[in-house]
């Protein structure tokens, strides 16, 4: 056990399947019992080793702190979640829109087409997936380089079946939204003129409207023309959307993990609220903990606060998202920021979730069937659980309610970081300190 900020903090290692060491339980049992009044479990996203994720924990406490009162902080423990979300480069399509307005970027001529993408990025690509995926992508892997060389029906089938089987997408799953992101892998299965057909449509970038919703206020024009289209775009853009899939598949698994294996065998001697914090795909990790939790009499879920979340944004609705259960589970706040700031939940995530390259009018916004809960906050849900969206950062949550917070002033591209991963700032740290003490 170590501190941060006066607070006991211990680590929450869980492998894939969500299986933890039981001696990392014990150490987070042994704080409990030590009294402390609130405990806050917080989950790291995308792209985090334990080195990234200690200084995101570290970070965004040590602001959380500097809003507490003085010796609250000391009353408080901490759980920092440690998941294999392996680092994957962005997808190329949305990095190349962040660039478009810099000459000559990865091969942008003023709206002149790039064609496909080059050898180097594409072994890149496939080096990555290999090591996010493990053993289990040397199928895929192979049968890539080999659609990359021809594409007929056989090697869109080898490719689209080895690469469904990689992440799973043929098993069937208790969440909503993996099995709509799996059905077109799945119909592929075993239709090679499905599986050609679904590359096919790959190959092209993804089409916006523009001048209109995130196009416009983003400024990208019709530079959309100008990003990768060929065989290789369309075998990186597939194994793009299998890490996806296979990340949210993880969120969710290591999520029930922790709600099963850790929270719900919690046994504190005093009454302990518990707090859980996440962002991007780990927004998703605690939000599926969250569906899942059984708690015993003395833990008390009280808040979950969701920074930037990477998954849909109708996932807390009945009869529509993986996770309707939460909303009206914690007696305290749900806090939700939200911003298009954020290019990675606004459009990333859109394109990745989706398997079409058809024109649509909200690519991003809320109208999007694909949208992300860090781009647009909550969809369909009932108006009497929403709280007025606060647009002026007064950070005041209400309890039993769905607290949506646009972060546009706040979750910023600066020099260092992008928008996305801005959640280490003063200002999340007080939204957190205000939420835990609502």
Known sequence: MTTICASPFVWLEFDESGVIDAAAVQGLYDVLKGGVDDLVV???GWKNDKNDAEKLYTTLWNNTCANLPAGKAAR???????WPSKAYPDDFDVAA???VKQAGALGLQGGVAAGDISDAIFDDILNEFAKFIGPGSADTIAA???AAKGFGANEAHDLV???GKAVAANVPINDVELGQDGKPIVKSLTDATKAKSLLTSLQRPPQFKVGTGVVKAQGLGDMVEGLFSGPKAAIARFLNLLTYYEMKKRAGVVGVGLADKVLAKLAPDNAVRLHLVGHSFGARLVTAAANQLALASKLEFFSLTLLQGAYSHNGMAKDLGAFPAVVGKPTGPIVITHTHNDLACTLAYAIASRLSRDT???IGDAQDEFGAMGANGPQKLDAAVLEPEDTNETFKPKRRKVNRILADA????TSDVDAHNNITNGECGRLLAQTILS
Request: hydrophobic fraction near 55%.
């Open 42 to 44: 917080i989950s790291h």
């Open 360 to 362: 649509t009018q909200g």
């Open 144 to 146: 890539a380089r080999a």
């Open 410 to 413: 706040f979750v910023v591209k």
């Open 76 to 82: 408080i423990a901490v759980a920092g979640v440690l």
């Open 161 to 163: 079946s080895s690469g």
């Open 97 to 99: 829109l962040g660039a």
